[in-house]
């Protein structure tokens, strides 16, 4: 091709980039908006997309069989030292599950669901250390009645203390681990940077190992070099199984549908079941709070404060703090500026819903 064939066409291309921007312009815009689709109730859509029929189920369960033949090869790149990161279309949940019930049944497993919205990774931390104590006192002979001396300060420990004694010479020989199976590594409750730090320091440690599953296409830019590979050192597997992601997008709203009182009830129940006893009876406070003025900008913390403290629910204001916390980070009260300029909270939920959530939450 001569160099004016490659101007000509360049210059045929950038011309008709302009018309049509030009022509773009100058057309009627729609007055059509988003909010003018008529959306289905979710729990409605939910019920028809629970009823569709699955397809190539023998060709699938073909494939599932071919993993299962892999357990063992799988199990021994754990024995390595290695992180299993599996990735593919599809939920891996199941899959995994079944490979710990399975090929790691000699070893103690814990279970993190990274789908969720929030995830305490020092509670996470806690588990593992007291589930390595117990494995280590089993490997000694150490007799049960001194477990509680020994577990009682994983609870008070820091953070860096807790990884110290994951990778600590605990243990007598290299067999003496613990599996973490993570479900979405990328999920919304482990995204961020610091959660990632720490999962590859923990990945890193000589009693830890990792099994985990991604689904984001951008999932590993989550991660450097140096936390590929020296840190979770990932042995990747591409095992896609086609399953619908049914309960990871439980909390998830659908695009298609708008969210209905069926389904928010539903939600915010089952973050409340999740809470402690008095933390509920707190939460119950200010729904019926909102029940009873309707008309109100909402609750304001001091009020909220001295109904709570009248009731024996709270201490002091630190511990409605740590409520008022944990509310927020799943969503279930907000806070506005009220008129006369104090902060007040309230339920991002109808009248409706609001309602039958009390009624769930008080049988």
């Known amino acids: 091709m001569e160099a004016s064939d490659v101007d000509d066409e360049e210059f045929g291309f950038s011309r008709n980039y302009f018309l049509a921007k030009e022509l773009g312009s100058s057309r009627k815009k729609s007055t059509h908006k988003l909010s003018d689709i008529d959306l289905v109730d979710e729990q409605v859509l939910r019920e028809f997309a629970a009823n569709i029929q699955p397809k ?5 369960a073909s494939l599932m069989n071919s993993y299962k033949s892999l357990y063992s090869k799988w199990a021994f790149e754990l024995s390595c030292g290695f992180g299993l990161l599996m990735y593919g279309f599809g939920s891996k949940k199941a899959l995994l599950e079944d490979f710990a019930s399975t090929a790691l049944t000699e070893y103690s497993v814990l279970v993190i669901n990274g789908y969720l919205h929030s995830i305490n990774l020092k509670q996470v931390l806690i588990a593992l250390a007291e589930v390595l104590w117990d494995e280590i006192k089993t490997q000694r002979g150490t007799p049960s009645g001194n477990s509680s001396k020994a577990q009682q300060p994983f609870n008070s420990r820091s953070m ?3 990884l110290a004694f994951l990778d600590g010479p605990q243990a007598e020989g290299d067999e003496c681990f613990v599996c973490v199976l993570i479900h979405n590594i990328d999920g919304p409750g482990l995204r961020d940077s610091d959660t990632q730090q720490y999962l590859a320091r923990l990945a890193a440690c000589s009693h830890i190992r990792v099994v985990a599953s991604i689904d984001h296409v951008n999932a ?3 991660w ?3 936390m590929v590979h020296t840190q979770f050192n ?4 591409h095992v896609p199984t086609f399953a619908p992601y049914k309960v990871e997008t439980v909390f998830y709203p659908l695009i298609l549908a708008h969210g209905g009182t069926a389904q928010s009830v539903k939600t915010a129940s089952i973050v409340l079941q999740s809470l402690t006893p008095n933390a509920q009876s707190v939460f119950k406070v200010l729904a019926e709070h909102q029940l009873a003025h309707p008309d109100d900008e909402g609750m304001p913390t001091n009020t909220l404060y001295t109904i709570c403290r009248e009731r024996f629910l709270v201490s002091s ?3 409605l703090n740590s409520h008022l916390t944990e509310f927020k980070d799943h969503e279930l009260v907000k806070i506005r500026r ?3 300029g104090q902060d007040c909270l309230y339920v991002p939920l109808t009248t409706e819903a609001l309602e039958k959530l009390v009624v769930e939450i008080t049988q």
């Not at 990932?234 to 597997?237: A, G, I, R, V």
Request: net charge negative.
């Open 160 to 162: 860096d203390d807790l």
């Open 220 to 222: 590993p830019l989550l």
């Open 56 to 60: 190539h189920e023998s060709e699938i």
């Open 338 to 340: 009220h008129s006369d």
């Open 224 to 226: 450097d070099k140096k």
């Open 234 to 237: 990932w042995w990747w597997h």
């Open 317 to 319: 204001q630190v511990t």
